[in-house]
């Protein structure tokens, strides 16, 4: 083997690895702001279509459009808007499980309720509330979820370590390694009559 053939190959050895990170780390649109594709609806009820940028969805009792692949390491970014008027609640999934009329697993909590545990942890389907928001009082006012006004949204998960943040204030801090990934879900709580809308939607792999 010549110098330079020895050379050329270390060269692409050492490169390789940077090449991939750089890859790894940017920052993929998971709603085109067109269409449903790469999502779908596991579910035999509950309506989702494409209106002004938004996914928007409807529902008379509890669904979630999820999307067709898998994510373990991320950074995933939301907005959410509640309707001005009537009970709402919805969420965001993330690393979760999705079967026949059937979605479970960790959700980041879209509350407008006077307990504001918007951005809060709840394990769906599962184990409930992981990370309620009772005892930090101090974030509560941080964590409201405004009617009728988009709300950013931002997961965090490396490992067992899981982030949430609200208009990118911290909410949720919290270490549980039950998921390493799974499927990302909006969900329509089954308010009969609300509409939930979704838009800007990234997910940047860590």
């Not at 969420?91 to 979605?103: D, L, P, T």
């Amino acid at each position: 083997m010549t110098p330079r053939i020895l050379f050329t190959i270390i060269a692409f050895t050492l490169l390789a690895p940077t090449t991939q990170a750089a890859k790894a780390g940017k920052a993929t649109k998971l709603f085109d702001g067109k269409t449903l594709k790469g999502w779908t609806n596991p579910y035999d009820w509950g309506e989702a279509w494409v209106e002004d940028g938004a996914i928007a969805l409807k529902a008379n009792k509890k669904f979630f459009l999820a999307t067709e692949k898998k994510y373990s390491d991320f950074k995933l970014e939301v907005e959410v808007m509640l309707p001005p008027e009537g009970k709402s609640n919805s969420g965001i999934m993330f690393r979760c499980h999705v079967q026949k009329n059937k979605v479970f697993g960790y959700q980041a909590e879209c509350d407008p309720t006077d307990r504001a545990w918007t951005g809060g942890l709840y394990d769906e389907g599962r184990r409930k509330w992981l990370h309620p928001l009772t005892t930090e009082r101090g974030k509560k006012k941080l964590a409201q979820a405004p009617l009728g006004k988009w709300i950013k949204y931002r997961i965090e998960c490396k490992g067992d370590h899981l982030q949430i943040f609200i208009n990118g204030k911290k909410t949720t801090d919290y270490r549980d390694d039950m998921d390493a990934s799974g499927y990302i879900a909006l969900q329509h709580h089954g308010e009969d009559g609300q509409i939930y809308r979704f838009r800007n939607i990234r997910l940047t792999p860590l």
